[in-house]
């Protein structure tokens, strides 16, 4: 069996004894050996294939730890607007993949902002220049207002008659016709009708999801399930279909739909159940609803409101549920943002531990976006790992600080968590925000946006290390896997998981990490990204 | 890394293109080289251990690919009278398992004949001799009477004013008072009340099981479900619960309960997730009963009888069943003993073909008894595993003979089905026969009890060589879970699952076939079992 050998540049095996190796060496999917040049060569043997780095960092394979891969490669199937100043290239957009697509389906897009097209809203009427002959349907970057054309209106059967429905508002012109935006609630109106995602377009789109995944560096992804049916089936059949083709060139630890607890412990299934590549992970919950939309369960009023948002599960059912999970052997992962919402899951944790048996995996609270200071700690002391996402901070601290005030220096706590000795794991949560891992540690890092705002970054005390910052996407959700033994450094006898950067993450400016990227991805020792 | 060495003895790869080498070195879980003892020297390195075969013989691990192996360690756990034929023996095993139990466990045994002991039954008042106080319950060897005692049945409420059930009989004395014998359905009556065992039980059990295959040499263990409530939750829980501790040293692939393929589709589960200890296999359906009962269901009647048995599953929801779980990429996994039942299957499966999808397991029918010969070239044309038990030939040919006639030319039709391209995976059945492969082997090479009779063998033609049984219990079962590349052989590369046995199958006569042990088991190059 050839020996694959790594030198000529610095390799960074998150191993706190020996941070920085000359060389490493890969013997089938795992590492066989790593340390200084002459060590390396000793172990690897005569049967050897250099990769000469040519100065080019090495990382371990970093970890997505909470990503909605499916829907992220479907999102970026569609026409995206983001960031698109100009009106007549976005029209030129939509016209371009128009043409496309079979007959008949149905075009979708995202990410439009009119306010960069001058506070005009656009029209049916565009659209339909673009777009005539089949159904289309874009929603504005912020998914409160969608744009359609009139075949969209036709077929949803919108016209002058249709009233508002409760929560929403259908815009109409001077005649009372609709003009082709759609908000809120009445977004529903075009969208149940949409017909899911093929099976061929639902693969189609995690192949591309991976394919984006594996160019940063990532070699796992924690994925939660599909929680709308509209989204089509569960992303771990996608999972499973994909591996029967011999295409899954990524490992993923897949979570249950809440909604199916009573078919894992019909089955007797447990969480861990899987391999290295497809891993059957916890029971996916919500204890509460987002920041933006002021339903994110809060132990106090929002700032300026008298309301706290939502309890989606109130505490003693989650109690319950937790109770009933850990009991079977299945971990829970629960969404919680709010510091109302993430007590009373650490609550519904702590009441279910007498009675949980042999969980293989441990319980995680996703998002952990605000929490009471004296809550801080029993991540800690109860095992539940910190599921955090930093690109939400940055990209929410506007809000936060209108809506939750000086109770932002507790929110996106990761400096707090991990001196309490809570483990982090770190994800993105694409498609709501980018994908890009590099971004995620940037935002960590600075606690600013790319643009360098705020100056000095936002509640600064709670910024990590750039080593922080890389366990949180290697060590930390390799911790979450319970495959601390095989992932998360670059380790003798551990998985060959890495990823040759097009810099080094040590050596740059912390401004500048957001631009890293993979030139190579190895996943088990094969190149499965290589930039050409 | 240490590098293990095997040499001095013959070691039977299965491997046609070189049947026979001289060593073997294992690094890590898998097999490294292979041949003769320069070449695996070479490879070896010069960090060795070296076992020295003295002589004795090894081959790939074995798979038993059926075993109820809960089941099989709950019953050995029980009194076990299988071939006493001394009555007073038998009362002090009793009386000695009634003194270990603990306060109010019920004593359970099984396996008594009374016509060994001079036809006489057996009565409450003997057993309530040796076991007063606490509930006792025997089956006989055929499963068809159970033996109580006074307390059993009180707390079943059974006193000369109970009726004899439908199909079943409670055997009484001249007072009509209750004797201790339960005939059939009567003994239901008592086996409703016994409790199921605790987990403790149930992993003890489990245990135990797992060594005593171990020490045959087996190395993989095809699983069903549990399919009685009674005997407690499902196996694949125990299976993980084990392994959480630790103690899973043998792998499983465990299959689904029919009744569950709902919670399967739900999760989005498929056949085949899991990784090489433990792996989720096809749902388990049963399309007929069994030879013994008359309810193996027949194309043509019984000899003699103007029946044809049961089809448990009728052919068209067969149809529906296994077309709706291949549809969702689940194998399925069937009983079917009588001609009609595995053509009902055969059908079903080829009904099923159009819209299968991603079935990474190959379908496979269990037992397969009797086939019409039309059907005996479609197990291959359809890619379905036979799973047979050659011990159930040996064990059941008198009442074949007796109830099927010369339709026997085409049961157990080992050979009939390897002619036409069939994979055959064998196993034991236990705790319904012994768990012992070696009598497996045995049987499907001599057709022969362990007496020697019938001379020449029962329907000899259908007789295997020993290499083509030993490939039956370790290739054909690597097939049935798609790991052709990683197991039933020791060639490079593969896992290191074998054992050393204390003779060479290959040298001793084909009638002391049944005489051979493991004295070593490894598995992933671990020795598992080593016998002192």
């Not at 095989?486 to 097009?502: E, H, T």
């Amino acid at each position: 069996m050839t020996t694959i050998v790594l030198h000529n540049g610095p390799i960074y095996i998150l191993d706190p004894a020996q941070p920085v190796a000359q060389a490493l060496a890969i013997r089938g999917e795992r590492i066989l050996a790593v340390g200084d040049e002459a060590t390396v060569r000793a172990a690897a043997g005569n049967r050897i294939e250099v990769i000469d780095l040519r100065g080019r960092a090495v990382i371990p394979g970093l970890t997505d730890a909470h990503v909605h891969i499916v829907l992220h490669g479907l999102a970026r199937q569609q026409v995206r607007l983001t960031g698109c100043a100009d009106f007549m290239a976005a029209l030129d957009q939509i016209a371009a993949a128009a043409q496309r697509l079979p007959p008949g389906a149905w075009l979708r897009g995202n990410g439009w902002d009119h306010t960069l097209w001058g506070g005009r809203w656009p029209s049916r009427a565009d659209l339909d220049r673009v777009c005539p002959d089949r159904p289309a349907m874009l929603s504005r970057k912020d998914g409160h207002s969608l744009w359609v054309n009139s075949r969209a209106l036709e077929l949803a059967g919108i016209t002058a008659a249709t009233p508002d429905p409760d929560g929403g508002q259908i815009q109409r012109d001077e005649h009372g016709e609709p003009t082709g935006i759609l908000f809120e609630t009445a977004m529903e109106l075009v969208r149940a009708i949409v017909p899911p995602p093929t099976r061929a377009e639902r693969l189609a789109a995690l192949r591309l999801a991976i394919n984006e995944a594996l160019s940063y560096g990532l070699t796992s992804l924690h994925v939660p399930p599909a929680t709308n049916p509209a989204d089509g089936p569960d992303t771990l059949i996608d999972l499973q279909a994909l591996r029967a083709d011999g295409d899954l060139t990524i490992r993923v630890l897949a979570h249950i739909a809440g909604a199916h607890l009573d078919h894992a412990i019909g089955l007797g299934l447990r969480s861990g159940l899987g391999d290295d590549w497809l891993r059957i992970g916890g029971l996916k919950l919500f204890a509460d609803g987002s920041l933006g939309s002021e339903s994110a369960h809060m132990l106090a009023p929002y700032e300026g409101r008298d309301h706290t948002g939502i309890a989606v599960i109130p505490p003693a059912e989650m109690k319950e549920i937790v109770t009933r999970a850990n009991a079977h052997g299945i971990s829970v992962v629960v969404h919680a943002i709010g510091d109302a919402a993430n007590r009373s899951v650490l609550d519904a944790i702590a009441a279910a531990r007498p009675t949980a048996i042999h969980l293989a995996l441990p319980n995680r609270i996703e998002h952990a976006q605000i929490l009471d200071p004296h809550d801080i700690p029993r991540f800690a002391e109860l095992g539940v790992i910190a599921s955090m996402q930093p690109i939400h901070c940055t990209a929410d601290m506007a809000v936060a600080d209108r809506l939750w005030g000086k109770r932002c220096a507790t929110s996106y706590a990761w400096r707090s968590l991990l001196d309490a000795g809570a483990t982090l794991a770190f994800g993105s949560d694409a498609p709501v925000e980018t994908l890009d891992p590099w971004a995620g540690i940037h935002a960590a890092v600075t606690r600013q946006t790319t643009d360098g705002a705020p100056a000095g970054g936002w509640y600064p005390e709670q910024r990590l290390a750039l080593s922080e910052a890389l366990a949180a996407y290697c060590t930390g959700p390799a911790a979450a896997e319970a495959a601390t033994d095989r992932k998360g450094r670059l380790s003798p006898g551990m998985l060959a998981d890495l990823a040759v950067l097009n810099g080094d993450p040590f050596q740059i400016p912390a401004e500048r990490l957001h631009t890293l990227r993979a030139e190579l991805t190895m996943v088990g020792g094969k190149i499965m990204f290589e930039r050409r």
